[in-house]
């Protein structure tokens, strides 16, 4: 299986910061990461998928790169409403594995 | 729209069984695979497996291939999920989502399993 993981586990930003998420794969998933917000209550909504791709909808402040093994979610001009749990996922091969996730909480 | 409407919450006793169900709507059912996520108390989400809609052939993850049955009625447009011997740690929040891109989600089914 391939392992994923996140770096940092969590995160303090101040409104208008930029915060990046960094996501590890065990080995090369090519393009296939998506990225996931995910409030309580609420099932995860997908923000960026296949690394960089933008889901309908969602604010361009969220920015995903990357390819092969090291992938980055940043956030810019970050907002209240930001605050949540992000998570990565690699979709390049079953079992489709998430990483432990990264808790952001605005101060 | 795109619509995925799960089952409402169970509370089961440890050895017995829970069926959950995510009826779709709003898109062709068979075009597009079904996964299911769990997520229990307080952790990430984690992959269950998913279902060929076309062929109805699943796929589990090792951690669930024994006591979980993944099924589907195309006739309705459901997908179902079968957990047997329930034991206390598969209390958690069970999701369906649509295709490799995960780009639609069911609300959740809440599973409790308790004595």
């Known amino acids: 299986d391939i392992q994923t993981t996140q770096s940092p586990s969590s995160l303090s930003p101040s409104v208008g910061d930029r915060i990046t998420i960094t996501c590890r794969t065990s080995r090369s998933v090519d393009i296939y990461l998506n990225w996931y917000q995910q409030k309580p209550g609420s099932p995860p909504k997908v923000l960026i998928f296949?690394?960089?791709t933008l889901e309908t909808g969602v604010s361009s402040r969220f920015v995903g790169g990357g390819s092969g093994t090291v992938f980055t979610l940043t956030i810019t001009n970050v907002q209240p409403e930001d605050s949540a749990t992000y998570y990565c996922?690699?979709?390049?091969?079953?079992?489709?594995?998430f990483g432990p996730g990264t808790k952001v909480q605005i101060k | 729209q795109v619509q995925l409407v799960q089952s409402g919450s169970e509370l089961k006793r440890p050895g017995a069984s829970v069926k959950v169900s995510c009826r779709t709507s709003g898109y062709t059912f068979t075009s597009y695979a079904m996964n299911w996520v769990r997520q229990a108390p307080g952790q990430g989400p984690e992959w269950v497996g998913w279902?060929?809609?076309?062929?109805?052939?699943?796929t589990y993850g090792q951690a669930f291939r024994g006591r979980v049955v993944l099924s589907m009625d195309a006739s309705i447009n459901t997908a179902y999920l079968e957990i047997n011997s329930l034991k206390a740690e598969d209390t958690a929040m069970y999701y369906c989502?649509?295709?490799?891109?995960?780009?639609?989600w069911g609300q959740g089914t809440l599973v409790t399993v308790s004595s």
């Open positions: 279902i060929n809609t076309h062929s109805g052939d699943p």
């Open positions: 996922q690699q979709t390049y091969t079953t079992p489709f594995t």
């Open positions: 989502a649509r295709d490799v891109s995960f780009d639609k």
């Open positions: 296949r690394a960089s």
